[in-house]
């Protein structure tokens, strides 16, 4: 164990997501089995520039396992991403005695830390939380599953709807660079179509399909959207386009939202929020900096977080063969 390290911070930034606080407590709860002391960094950056600051003991995480979003608040801070801003966020580590810090979120999140890391040599470890699974070196990020099973549960809601009516429902998700929710959600709740950005599969397709699925003897269809697809500028397009023409179809939308980013974290999330969190910290307290958390085969492992940012996640093409097949 590294004797340089004496107190840790942790804090959420970005995009909340279910498992955050898991994390958060498998983090407070490793310093203290390792008699590190720990303290919480309220609204992300922007609380350290401003030195929003708790301390944080064993007791003070009890309870919030099962809560999604996160205790420790979040935000985006525009102040942190100029130098002065970054100096104050130092001075105010400096001056409550933090000698490392954790950051909970995304690419975004990782590239303050990382810019932080090259000006002031300040050691920081990465866990990955965005429901959107688009980090590199992780196959699933902190609130992925519990978005995913929350889609599923809305789409099987609606498609009651849609087979009673004989309507047609264009369904969007998040995933504004990458069609993970939107593809295996999709095969989840049966949907006869998936739209995701790394697909463009053209309006053209997309008519075909639903004339095929139409001629098959189906009354109701479920077309699952990713909100990044490249197809039309929204599902509202998709659905003014159909109606022109495919005229026989009662189309609807469902914009899902951020109903996705809520709710109590899977037991997968929290498994894994608690996996996640212990390594960081003694990440750290092995004398490492600069790296990303992350789940590969089950097995926990690190990431420079250099990587994590600039890599690139990709879609399972089988998974898009599978769509294929079981949507006939």
Known sequence: MSVNIKKIGV?????DSPGMNAAIRAVVRTCAFHNIECTGIYRGYQGMIEGDFKEMGPRSVNNIINKGGTILKSARSKEFMTPEGRKKAYDNLVKHKI????????NGSFTGGLLFNKEYGFPVIGIPGTIDNDIYGTSHTLGY??????????????R????????????EVMGRDAGHIALNAGIGAGAEEILIPEEDMGLDRLLESLRKSKASGKSSSIVVIAEGDKIGKSAFELKDYVDQNMPEYDVR???LGHMQRGGSPSCFDRVLASRLGVKAVETLLEGNSNYMVGLIRDEVVLTPLENAVKGKTHVDKELIRVSDIVSI
Do not use: C, E, P, W
Not at 11 to 15: D, E, V
Not at 99 to 106: K, L, M, R, S, T
Not at 162 to 169: P, Q
């Open 99 to 106: 000698d490392a810090f954790v950051v909970i979120g995304g």
């Open 145 to 158: 599953d519990t978005a995913l099973n929350t889609v599923v549960d809305v789409i099987d809601k609606i």
């Open 253 to 255: 939308v469902s914009i």
């Open 160 to 171: 009651d709807t849609a087979s009673s009516h004989n309507r047609l429902f264009f369904v």
């Open 11 to 15: 804090l959420t930034s970005g995009g």
